[in-house]
């Protein structure tokens, strides 16, 4: 007996025509019937010799019907021609090929049922003759597992798509093949439904997702999911914007419709970014980035929308790429500065508050308004670091303001996102607090819609806390979000922040006065306090305070200044003696 290998990783047991069977000595019935592999033994006629129980077991054969037989009766047909063929050949070499290894091969159960074994072959010379031994063991369950995992492996068990593995090497065939286009979709408003209802809706969202999409897209792509809220689809043969543009229509229009789960009207858009191979790509991770940076600018635009790769946007992450490694040796560098603007009480145009600015002192550039590399940083891993850092810096000089003749006067903090989703904003706020001696009353942390629409789940608890303690919490640009109003029941806010859009033409525009005048009527019913940013006319001014706005930051009250500027601009006798 021989095994011939296929290509499959799989083998067969070669057998040749039987001749005049020769019985396998006594001494070893005992060895064969103690044990529990199935053990069979063969001589060079193809004939079984010796038959154990555990072989009885595994084939269904009893060992007075199995011995004296040739081995195919243990051997499927379609397989016995290459097996006849190579035990030819090993009892005419005297040398078996797999012999003293280990094979998977496909057995023949009694009851005509094939399933897989594993085999470990010898052979010896036995008076001069050749013989052979195999040890078999059934290895369905095995198998059924391997196949299992190489199922988990390639599939996405939430939606059952291809997942990024499987179209890694789907799109690995292609490319090399025909013209391809990648098409790259992540959704818009997906992390809004896992903060606000739940991992579990979620996850039933995607799982409705995947049913849509795959109907949309039909058997014209390969459609997968890539991890999280992020999928792809391969369009293989196909670079036509037109045809490429349908499949998109098809996409937004299967989404459009609101998905009903757990008691919820739940409405899920998408961001598309498509590249095109050989035209923008020639490699795999090559295709894939021009797709994502074209995600990323359909994103950028607010989502709902589809972009095609352009070289443009590639010369954009290069200098986001670059920015960024220069904002990490600027903060190794200290090239970081902190400017002030004031906030004033309208009433007595009285000092109140200042809100911390953050600025880069470039070493080529000179200083850098926040507009230049704000958005780069808000990404970058120091992000936490630096507004750590800021809320440090601010909070000290809070302290050294209130031991001159400034007296208290609260410090307005921006807060980044890391922050929020890190879990140590209320430590590293206590800390600050405690390092500087300085009233929580004294430190205002400012966030934006778009921060907390992110990140609800992970910083509600620790502004709760923070505002517990006596810390302020505003609410930036207030007015321009589409969720504002909703988020003020459900967030620990103390004031809002009128965004400068309705303060520029508040006194001219009777719409933006409305709007003012609406949103200062809603803070006072729930007892939160308005502030005005952008104000830089008296007129401005004298309509502010005509529809009762209590406080207002702009230019007409000061650019943002350093802390000892502020001090020498606004202390109490320089204004006396002004």
Sequence with gaps: MNVTGKTDGSATVDLALPEASRPIPG?????????????????????????????????????????????????????????????????????????GGTVEVMGLHADGKQFPVEMSLSMWTESDRPMFGALLRDVTHRQAARSRLEHLAHIDSLTSLPNRNAFHCKLTSAIGQSPVSLVL??????????????????????????????????????????????FAILLAGCVDPLEIDGCTKQIFDALHSPFELAGHSIYIGTSIGIAMAPADATTVEHLLSSADLALYSAKAEGG????????????????RH????????AWANDEFELLYQPQLQLADKSLVGAEALLRWRHPDHGLLPPQSFISVLEDNPIAELVGDWIINRACET??????????PIRVGVNLFAAQLRSGRLFNVVSAALHAHDLAPQLLELEITENTVLRYNKQSSGALSKLKALGVGIAFDDFGTGFASLSLLQKYPVTRLKIDQSFVAQVDRDSGDAAIVRAV?????????????????????????????????????????????ELVTIFSKKNIAEG
């Design 398 to 407: 809070a302290a050294q303001w209130k031991r001159t003749d400034l007296g």
């Design 322 to 329: 670059r920015m960024g490694r220069e904002l990490r040796q």
């Design 185 to 230: 979709l992540d959704l818009d408003g997906f992390k809004y439904v896992n903060d606000s209802i739940g991992h579990s809706v979620g996850d039933q969202v995607l799982a409705a997702v995947a049913t849509r999409l795959s109907a949309a897209v039909g058997p014209t792509g390969y459609l997968a999911r890539l991890g999280g809220d992020e």
């Design 304 to 319: 709902g929308t589809r972009k095609y790769f352009v070289r443009a946007m590639q010369t954009s992450a290069e200098q």
């Design 27 to 99: 001494r070893y019935s005992q060895m064969l019937a103690n044990s529990a592999t199935a053990v069979i033994c063969a001589g060079p006629d193809n004939l079984i010799a010796s038959w154990n129980s555990a072989a009885e077991q595994l084939f269904g054969h009893c060992a007075s019907d199995a011995i004296g037989k040739p081995l195919w009766i243990i051997i499927p047909p379609q397989d016995r021609a290459a097996h006849a063929a190579s035990f030819d050949r090993a009892v005419r070499d005297g040398r078996a090929r797999l012999a």
């Design 520 to 564: 200062i009527a809603m803070a006072a019913s729930l007892n939160l306090t308005v502030i005005a940013e952008g104000l830089e006319t008296t007129a401005q001014e004298a309509a502010l305070l005509q529809l009762q706005c209590s406080e207002a930051q702009g230019y007409l009250y000061g650019k943002p200044m350093t802390a000892d």
